[in-house]
């Protein structure tokens, strides 16, 4: 069950929300999407999970997300992984699975890869959905248009129409260019950890190559690749949502 009201917790003069659940390591951390929020259907969905097992469970939303303060369009990969670093740092103890979906999978590999640096090996395993690692590079910015390039140009931003929400998805300049600072996939990513992707064939917005490359990448990483011929991008239909408990729950009992 979600809490009434989320913790705010202070990152460089924004107020960032986060739900904390105690319990048993390791823990499991959400990191949702590319505007998406703490309270969609499979952040629920593991919250639930989480409860039932007496797992501790961390979920926040980005700045410009969800209940978080600041806008969207100031965001970009560096200001989100700092936001989910500190929020990290602040709540979880002891091992911790990184459960990343589409950008929060670039985000988690970021995470490791930071805390890695600073010595914290607290992260015991990585599930990633429709994973986006890279996306402004890879994805966004080879199939600009000339008029988004316009518009990056001479706005610093394009808007795009959404599939799931109403307001368009918007791109920002500095959101591309950041992107460039902060690239995983140009080399061998080791991240000492066993990793999980569930990756729909029916993806229409990252690419179930995409998800092949990023495997290729991880070498030296116990890596199982599940593919769902007909799961979409959100990957939330009732069999998706068993997919993705049962990759969790194996990969918690697997590093307990």
Known sequence: MTATTPTLLDVEG???AARHSAGSTPGIVWLGGYKSDMLGTKAETLSDWAAREGRAYLRHDYSG??????????GTISKWLG?????????????QILVGSSMGA???????QELRKA??????????????PDFATELV?????????????????????????????????????????????????????????????A????PASHALKLVSLLPADDVTLSLIPDGDHRLSRPQDLDM??????DMAQRAG
């Open 14 to 16: 924004i107020s960032i």
């Open 141 to 201: 910015e080879p199939s600009l248009t000339e008029a988004q390039k316009r518009d990056l140009r001479e706005k610093g931003f394009f808007e795009e129409p959404s599939d799931y929400s109403a307001e368009p998805y918007i791109y920002t300049r500095v959101l591309i260019e950041d992107g460039r600072a902060n690239r995983v996939m140009t080399g061998p990513i080791d991240t000492h950890c066993p990793v999980h992707i569930l990756q729909g064939l």
């Open 83 to 95: 936001e989910s670093l500190a929020v990290f740092r602040r709540f979880t103890k002891g091992k």
């Open 244 to 249: 993705l408990l049962s990759a969790v729950g």
């Open 119 to 132: 010595g914290d090996s607290n992260v015991v395993g990585l599930v990633l959905l429709a994973p986006a």
């Open 106 to 112: 670039w985000i988690a590999l970021r995470m490791v």
């Open 65 to 74: 997300h969800g209940e978080s303060g600041g806008a969207f369009a100031d």
């Open 203 to 206: 993806d229409a917005d990252v």
